[in-house]
């Protein structure tokens, strides 16, 4: 799902030596509500990340973690940082809440755009009503529907992530 500059990604990923596909969503209500397009083409996990979401670093993933879903979590980051993407709240090594641009950040957990997914989270994407915020379909209350129903692991994240917004993120990208 692409709103600007689809067909210079599209030629861009063709070029690459890997399998990709191109669905496009007939009615755009979220990011979640345009993932559903993808459906009838996903049978197995799947890792769904934000276009506008530059990292360089590696991701821990837990020796447990061979299916399940999971989000890119980075510690320490500034709530700065947190109020322009999402809180991440874990207790053990599961996710029990999230919250998207949260006014009030409960600690120094930035939830990132990449998504580690089983095929089920259609059934949450259905299961999760638009968003009281945007009146959206939103990622980050599938994240909550999948942490209150079924296990929403902490993929960690150490290295550089930036969720790019302005001419200013850009620049620290290309500075990165």
């Known amino acids: 799902m692409v709103k600007n500059g689809k067909d210079s990604l599209r030629e861009y990923v063709e070029s690459l030596a890997i399998a990709a596909r ?34 360089r670093g590696e991701f821990s993933v837990p020796a447990d973690f061979r299916s399940g879903h999971g989000v890119g979590v980075q510690r320490r980051a500034q709530a700065a940082e947190t109020r322009r993407n999402y809180s991440v709240e874990v207790l053990g090594e599961r996710v029990v809440r999230v919250e998207e641009k949260p006014a009030n950040v409960p600690n120094d957990l ?32 599938v994240l909550q529907t ?27 990208v290309e500075a990165a």
């Open 22 to 55: 191109f669905v496009e969503p007939a009615d755009l209500r979220g990011i979640a509500n345009g993932l559903l397009a993808a459906e009838p083409v996903v049978d197995s996990p799947f890792i769904m990340v934000l276009g506008d979401c530059f990292c």
């Open 146 to 172: 999948l942490a209150d129903s079924r296990t929403l692991t902490p993929l960690w994240f150490d290295g550089v992530y930036i969720n790019i917004n302005t001419p200013q993120d850009l620049a620290a």
């Open 110 to 141: 930035c939830g990132t755009g990449f998504y580690f997914f089983e095929p089920d989270v259609f059934d949450a994407i259905r299961a999760t009503p638009p968003s009281k915020r945007s009146g959206e379909h939103e990622t980050t209350d």
